[in-house]
């Protein structure tokens, strides 16, 4: 999985609580990329990232928030988690956002919210 | 609102069959196509891309057609083997906007 990993791999957890997802990558990529998989919808653009403490949007982000304090950190908070957020989770990294330039993906993280 | 439509939902093939896939998009600004393909309990991994000025890339078995007029592309795999079951995503990136739009994904079944 190209030097990303993500923590946990596995989350059961409530509605309402808060719950922090971990990227971490070892290749020194500068764009980081959260995305949800949900059946029937594929893989959908929570938030991404082009630098450290540079984030934006992406087609879903209500109900999440993200930090990169360092290169190899991504970290993704679901401030108050509702069963909606149910989903597996992957990670991404890419050197550039240009097309020349693959996105890998991370393991992923399975998060059930009860 | 789904930018990147994609069929069919699920496919089965014969081992030795040609497995089709297929996209559309609307999104002019897309400019970069690419395709993955995923395992159960994996990251999706790239399998094969392609630029809107070339029409067609084959790379072994796998081949992208495109049809930038109709805006559509599709995936060919020639000779399906049991190993190819997975499931395939297209994608198109807009690189303006930094974001890779996924389709809904294609379940791929092939009998031995």
């Known amino acids: 999985d190209a030097g990303i990993t993500q923590s946990p791999r596995h989350k059961v957890t409530e509605t309402g609580t808060p719950v922090t997802l971990r990227c971490h990558q070892t290749e020194n990529h500068r764009y980081m990329y959260w995305y949800r998989q949900d059946p029937g919808h594929g893989l959908r653009l929570i938030h991404y990232s082009y630098g450290v403490k540079d984030t934006d949007k992406g087609e879903v982000s209500d109900g999440y928030s993200v930090s990169r304090s360092k290169t190899e950190d991504f970290l993704l908070t679901l401030e108050s988690a509702t069963s909606s957020q149910t989903s597996v989770y992957f990670c991404?990294?890419?050197?550039?956002?240009?097309?020349?330039?693959?996105?890998?993906f991370g393991p992923g993280t399975r998060l059930t919210v009860l | 609102q789904q930018q990147v439509k994609q069929s069919p939902q699920s496919l089965i093939v014969q081992k030795g069959g040609i497995s089709i896939i297929n996209c559309a998009y609307e999104?002019?600004?897309?400019?970069?196509f690419p395709w993955y393909q995923q395992f159960p309990g994996k990251g999706p991994a790239l399998l094969i891309a392609?630029?809107?000025?070339?029409s067609e890339k084959k790379e072994g078995r796998f081949t992208i057609s495109f049809n930038k007029s109709a805006k559509q592309f599709s995936l060919h795999i020639m000779d399906s083997q049991p190993g190819d079951s997975a499931t395939y995503f297209c994608?198109?990136?807009?690189?303006?906007?930094?974001?890779?739009?996924f389709g809904s994904g294609t379940q791929l079944t092939v009998l031995p």
């Open positions: 999104n002019t600004a897309f400019d970069y």
């Open positions: 392609i630029r809107p000025d070339v």
């Open positions: 991404a990294i890419s050197e550039s956002s240009q097309g020349a330039d693959t996105q890998y």
């Open positions: 994608a198109a990136l807009d690189g303006s906007a930094r974001q890779l739009t």
